[in-house]
């Protein structure tokens, strides 16, 4: 997708994957719903939940446009008072996965042709009625959109799907990728000079 910028150039939109960490309080969500509302960037998905910390929350979304528009959403991602640490995993080595859930219309001479699509795909029937079936799929997006274009011949009853979440695989740096605000938790908890920090116990195995 592509548009003409102020200065009469085509600016090409891309699509970016950005991970916030944020503090796990009433309200975040709407804040940064409301920011990106009120200046007219795009979602093209977001999704939100607990970490390893119950303190913190992880929101991952997916936003388009030209690389000066989305180096705003990062700023303004950034000066939102419960960001902890913004994050973009476009570039990086991540893992991505999209959770699908569709009912399809399947009498009982066509569940042995869904059955083999589901197997393919590597999904699940997880629902048997008279005449339809939902199955559970995960995956990459374009793995998730192939398959909802392959049942739409057998009619989609319902279709409910999580947007995507990733996480960087083990082999990326942790300091790895865009942050726009350093972690306050970190600077919180930073020691004068010359003191080393305790070392964590290791969890159990």
């Known amino acids: 997708?592509?548009?003409?910028n102020g200065t009469g150039m085509e600016a090409k939109d891309h699509k970016h994957v950005l991970n916030v960490l944020v503090q796990n309080q009433p309200g975040v969500l709407a804040h940064i719903a409301g920011m990106f509302a009120s200046r007219g960037f795009n979602i093209d998905s977001?999704?939100?939940g607990r970490t390893e910390d119950p303190a913190l929350s992880r929101v991952?979304?997916?936003t388009s446009g030209d690389e000066p528009t989305l180096e705003q959403v990062r700023k303004q991602l950034g000066k939102i008072i419960t960001t902890v640490k913004v994050r973009d995993l476009t570039e990086q080595s991540c893992v991505h996965r999209d959770l699908l859930l569709i009912q399809v219309y399947c009498?009982?001479?066509?569940?042995?042709?869904i059955r083999q699509i589901t197997e393919v795909?590597?999904?699940?029937?997880?629902?048997?009625?008279?005449?339809s079936v939902i199955v559970q799929l995960t995956g990459s997006e374009e793995k998730v959109e192939a398959f909802i274009e392959l049942c739409r011949p057998y009619g989609i009853q319902q279709l409910a799907r999580t947007g995507l979440i990733a996480i960087p695989r083990a082999s990326q740096r942790a300091d790895a990728g865009r942050s726009q605000r350093p972690s306050r938790r970190r600077a919180a908890n930073a020691k004068p000079s010359g003191q080393h920090p305790a070392v964590p116990p290791m969890p159990p195995s």
């Open 107 to 113: 009498p009982p001479e066509r569940r042995g042709e």
């Open 46 to 48: 977001l999704v939100v």
């Open 1 to 4: 997708m592509s548009r003409v």
């Open 121 to 131: 795909f590597r999904g699940s029937i997880v629902d048997v009625a008279s005449r």
């Open 60 to 62: 991952v979304l997916v």
